[in-house]
């Protein structure tokens, strides 16, 4: 007979794995208050915001690559982020009253930053430099380029809501492949990169997001049904593509986020993976067609 001293001691419960749902909720709300704010009432502080987020994103991808060997310039790069993004949109909202056009300004900023991030290695030797120099071009054109068409969107006539129809496409692209990823999806879309992602969810994300583009181009801005869906469309092939971009890096050097710097929701750059690259996209799609 067994004794009660002896009997075995139970398990203990397993742990939950996942999300820290409260912490990604508290985050979450906070970043949408601040876009929301900042972008109805005070534009500079959206772009503040924006550049902040890229200035973390670029660290995060700083850290990222050293795990392969490859050490980026991080101070000119941060410095040369505040001026390509800020720079740019200071000049498209000047240029109307005879600034410099916002082409000069991006061009000659993205120029000194690739120039200072060269030679901000230089004193490290040949050892490993062309690694370094292609880890820096690649995180400038990968952030603060890309981002910098975000404040082009905003300096242009009813930027804001150009903005708002852009972000509202994405999310809807997200949400769109999630449901019917999760619900229909049999076919892997991308198996050596996002194991996850199918068929099934892309067709959802392009309803989804096509919906939701001649939804909020109709009523935001009075826009014709068709551009929606253009816009819709552009933003799950571009905004699907940032996300697997991201996930080839993250596949690459070993790491499941980027970082842990949003509670709940991983790194800055799990989060705007999609968007940097859809922004370029939409800032083409208004700026070339008719409308």
Known sequence: MTSPDSAPTPAPAPV???????????VGVGLL???VVTLIWWHPGFILLIVVLTCMGAVEVHHALKRIGMNSAIVPIVVGTIAIIGGTYAAA????????PWHEVLLGCLAMTVLLALVWR?????????????????TISYIPLLASFIGLLLASPHGAW??????LCVVGSDTGGYAFGATL??????????????????????????????A????????????????????VIFGTAGDLIESLIKRDVGIKDMSSSLPGHGGVMDRLDSMLVAAPAGWLLFTLLPV
């Open 162 to 167: 150009k903005l708002v129809m852009l972000a």
């Open 33 to 35: 208050a601040a876009v």
């Open 122 to 138: 230089m004193p490290g030797g040949a050892d490993g430099y062309v690694k370094d120099a292609a880890a820096s071009l690649f």
């Open 185 to 214: 999806g049999r076919h892997p879309m991308a198996p050596n990169i996002s194991p996850k992602k199918t068929w099934e969810g892309l067709a959802g994300s392009v309803v989804t997001a096509s919906a939701v583009g001649m």
């Open 16 to 26: 939950k794995a996942g999300r820290d749902l409260p912490a990604a909720i508290l």
């Open 93 to 100: 909202i000047l240029q109307p009253i005879g600034g410099i």
């Open 216 to 235: 909020a181009g109709g009523l935001l801005l009075h826009l014709p049904w068709w551009f929606g869906l253009a816009m819709g469309v552009s933003c």
